[in-house]
C-alpha cells in the first residue's frame, strides 16, 4: 500500500546491523526498544584478502544464519571515512575499498537495501542513545582507545559524522600515535604515564568542542578504573556501556532512522 502524503512512517521495533572489523564481521537482529540483540550474535572472521568481493560474501553469509525478512532494516559499520555510502578511507581492509560503494556492493550482495556508517559513528550513536549518555541532551563526544583512536560527536540525537579527532596533532604528533591503548602498550607505559598523554588529549578536545560529556570505549574501557579518575577534565568523562555490542547496535539504530527518513 503506498503511504499518504505527508504521513511519518512508523518506527521499526527491529533492524539489523553488521559490524565490519579487521578481523571479525559479526551480526545480529536488535530490538530497537531497548538496543539490545534480539537473537544471539553471529561472527565469522574477516577474509585476509579483505576486497569488496571477499567480504560481502561473509556479510551475505552472516546474514542468512537468520530468517530476516527483507523489509527489516539493515546497517553495516565500516572501519573508515563513510561518505554518502563510499568509504574515502580503509583501516585495517583492502585498500580496494577506497572509493567503493559499500551500499551498493553489500546489497547487491544481500539482495536488500542497506546503508553504511563509520564504525566509530555507529558506536558512538548507540551509546548516546542506549548507552552511558541515554536521556541526555547537549554534546556528547565518545572515544574508543584501541589500537588507535576512533571518535564520534552527537548533539541533541544527531550525529555528526566522520569526525577523525583520533588523528589531530597535538604536540607535534598524531594524537593517536601517543594517546591511543596501542602507543600504552607498544611503550609499555604505566596507567599513570598513560594518563598524562590522555589528560593533554582530552584537554585539547575539550577546548575544541567543549562536549557536555565524554565516553570511552574500546577494549581498554573494562580497566576504566586504573585511568579515568586519574583525568581532570571540565566535562564528566565516563566508561561506554555497550562495549563489544556497540557498532551491531549502533548501525541496526541508525539504519532504522534512515528508513524512518526515506
Given at each position: 500500500m503506498s503511504q499518504n502524503p505527508g504521513t511519518k512512517k512508523s518506527t521499526p521495533s527491529v533492524a539489523f546491523g553488521i559490524d565490519i572489523g579487521g578481523s571479525g564481521i559479526k551480526g545480529a537482529p536488535v530490538d530497537l526498544a531497548r538496543g539490545e540483540f534480539s537473537a544471539d550474535r553471529v561472527r565469522i572472521a574477516t577474509?585476509?584478502?579483505?576486497?569488496?568481493?571477499?567480504?560481502?560474501?561473509?556479510?551475505?553469509?552472516?546474514?542468512?544464519?537468520?530468517?530476516?525478512?527483507?523489509?527489516?532494516?539493515?546497517?553495516?559499520?565500516f572501519p573508515a571515512v563513510v561518505q554518502h555510502g563510499v568509504a574515502r578511507s580503509a583501516a585495517n581492509v583492502d585498500s580496494s575499498w577506497i572509493g567503493t560503494n559499500i551500499e551498493t556492493v553489500m546489497g547487491k550482495a544481500l539482495g536488500r537495501k542497506v546503508v553504511a556508517f563509520n564504525d566509530a559513528d555507529a558506536a558512538g550513536f548507540a551509546e548516546a542513545r542506549y548507552g552511558a549518555a541515554r536521556g541526555s541532551t547537549g554534546v556528547t563526544l565518545v572515544t574508543t582507545l584501541g589500537?588507535?583512536?576512533?571518535?564520534?560527536?552527537?548533539?541533541?540525537?544527531?550525529?555528526?559524522?566522520?569526525?577523525?579527532?583520533?588523528?589531530?596533532?597535538?604536540?607535534?604528533?598524531?594524537?593517536?600515535?601517543?594517546?591511543?591503548d596501542g602507543a600504552r602498550d607498544r611503550e609499555d607505559l604505566s596507567w599513570e604515564e598513560w594518563a598524562q598523554r590522555l589528560q593533554r588529549y582530552y584537554g585539547v578536545l575539550e577546548d575544541l568542542l567543549w562536549p557536555d560529556r565524554i565516553i570511552v570505549g574500546g577494549g581498554v574501557s573494562k580497566n576504566h578504573a586504573k585511568f579515568l579518575p586519574l583525568l581532570h577534565l571540565r566535562a564528566p568523562i565516563v566508561p561506554a556501556q555497550l562495549r563489544n555490542a556497540a557498532g551491531i547496535v549502533g548501525a541496526a539504530a541508525l539504519a532504522a532512522r534512515a528508513e524512518q527518513n526515506r
Open positions: 577474509p585476509d584478502v579483505s576486497t569488496p568481493e571477499n567480504v560481502a560474501d561473509i556479510v551475505a553469509k552472516v546474514i542468512s544464519s537468520f530468517d530476516l525478512p527483507l523489509d527489516v532494516p539493515v546497517g553495516i559499520t589500537t588507535g583512536i576512533g571518535t564520534a560527536m552527537v548533539v541533541d540525537g544527531v550525529l555528526v559524522p566522520n569526525l577523525e579527532l583520533g588523528h589531530i596533532e597535538i604536540d607535534g604528533r598524531d594524537a593517536e600515535s601517543m594517546a591511543s
